[in-house]
C-alpha cells in the first residue's frame, strides 16, 4: 500500500487519538513494528498562534519516523497555514486531516466531524491543503453526521478529487460516537467509489476482526485506534497473522512489565515527572485491564505521585 512516495508492506497503522498517541507512545508502537503512526490531533489555530502546547506536539523523533501528524481546522485558510508549517518544520512525512473527531467540543465549533455536514466547505478546506504542502495528504472522517445523511462516498469522492493521497474511514456515523458495531459494507462503498486506498477504521482488536475487516471492506489498509490503549503487541500479532496465517500468544507479564515501565521512562522524560506520572495511570489501567487484581492495582497506580511509587507498586503487584 502506497500513501504518496510511501509504501507500506504491512500496512496496520496506529490511529490518532487525543491524550493516546503522544511522542511517548508512537515510539513503543514504532518499536513493536507499526509502520505508521498518527499523532493526536493538533489545532490550526494552535498553530496560528504558535501556542506552546500546540508547537510541543508538533515535535517528534527520527525513531518514530515515518510519522503522519493529524490537524483539524474550521477554515480553509487556517488550514493552510497550519499545513504548510508542519512541512517547512520537517517534523511529519504525512499530513492527516481531521474529519472524524465527535467530542461535543469540536463539533461545536464547526470542526472534526461537524465538516461532514458541510461538504463544500470540507472540499474548500481539503483544496486549501492540497495546494499549501507538498506531503502527502490522508483524510479520516466517518460515515456521516448520522444515519440520515450518511456522505462517506461523497465525501471521499470529493477528497480524491482535490488530490488527497488516502482516506480513512471510521465505520460509524457521529451520532454513534463508538457504540454499535463498525459498518464495514458502508466502508466497502467507499472503497469501490474511488481509486486512492482506503484505510478501514473501527472494532480491529484480533486477527479474527482483521481478517474480517479486510475481507468485507477490500481495504488497503487497517488503522488500530482503541485497540492498541495498552495493548501495542496489536501490532506485532496482526503484522504476523497477515504474513504467515499464524497467531502469537499474548504477552507475559514480564514483558507487559517492561513496556509499562518503557512507556512510564518516556513519558517522564518528556512531560516531566509530575505530568508523566499522571498521564500513566490511564495507560497503565489499560496495560494491567483483565489481569488477576487488576481492579486493585489500578488504585494504587491512581494514587502514585512519584516515578519511583509507581515502579514500586509495579514490581510488589507481580514479584508476589
Not at 180 to 200: F, H, L, M, S, T
Not at 216 to 240: C, E, K, S, Y
Not at 253 to 274: N, P, S
Request: some cysteine; glycine content about 6%.
Amino acid at each position: 500500500m502506497k500513501i504518496g512516495a510511501f509504501t507500506f508492506d504491512d500496512p496496520v497503522f496506529l490511529a490518532p487519538m487525543a491524550g493516546v498517541t503522544d511522542r511517548a507512545y508512537r515510539i513503543i508502537a514504532h518499536d513493536m513494528g507499526c509502520p505508521l503512526a498518527f499523532a493526536e490531533m493538533v489545532s490550526s489555530q494552535g498553530i496560528h498562534y504558535r501556542n506552546e502546547h500546540t508547537m510541543k506536539m508538533l515535535q517528534t523523533e527520527p525513531e518514530e519516523r515515518p510519522i503522519a501528524m493529524q490537524i483539524f481546522a474550521k477554515s480553509a485558510e487556517m488550514a493552510a497555514e497550519a499545513a504548510a508549517y508542519i512541512e517547512e518544520i520537517g517534523t511529519a512525512d504525512i499530513l492527516d486531516f481531521n474529519m472524524g473527531c465527535p467530542a461535543p467540543k469540536v463539533v461545536k465549533n464547526g470542526e472534526g466531524s461537524a465538516l461532514m455536514c458541510e461538504p463544500k466547505k470540507a472540499e474548500e478546506i481539503l483544496t486549501a491543503i492540497r495546494r499549501a504542502t507538498k506531503l502527502p495528504f490522508t483524510v479520516k472522517m466517518r460515515l456521516g453526521w448520522d444515519d440520515a445523511s450518511r456522505n462517506a462516498v461523497e465525501i471521499a469522492r470529493m477528497a480524491e478529487a482535490v488530490g488527497v493521497d488516502a482516506v480513512a474511514v471510521h465505520g460509524r456515523t457521529r451520532a454513534q460516537f463508538y457504540s454499535g458495531n463498525a459498518d464495514y459494507a458502508a466502508i466497502a462503498e467507499v472503497k469501490r467509489a474511488v481509486q486512492i486506498p482506503v484505510i478501514v477504521s473501527g472494532d480491529v482488536r484480533r486477527p479474527a476482526d482483521l481478517a474480517r475487516a479486510l475481507d468485507i471492506t477490500g481495504a488497503d489498509a487497517v488503522m488500530i485506534g482503541r485497540g492498541a490503549q495498552g495493548n501495542p503487541w496489536i501490532f506485532p500479532q496482526l503484522i504476523h497473522w497477515l504474513r504467515t496465517g499464524e497467531e502469537l500468544p499474548p504477552p507475559t507479564l514480564t514483558e507487559r512489565a517492561q513496556v509499562i515501565l518503557r512507556h512510564l521512562d518516556l513519558l517522564v522524560h518528556y512531560k516531566g515527572e509530575y505530568v508523566g506520572i499522571r498521564e500513566m495511570r490511564k495507560h497503565a489501567a489499560w496495560y494491567t485491564r483483565g489481569l488477576s487484581g487488576s481492579a486493585e492495582l489500578r488504585e494504587r497506580f491512581n494514587r502514585a505521585a512519584s516515578k519511583d511509587e509507581f515502579i514500586n507498586i509495579l514490581r510488589d503487584a507481580w514479584e508476589r
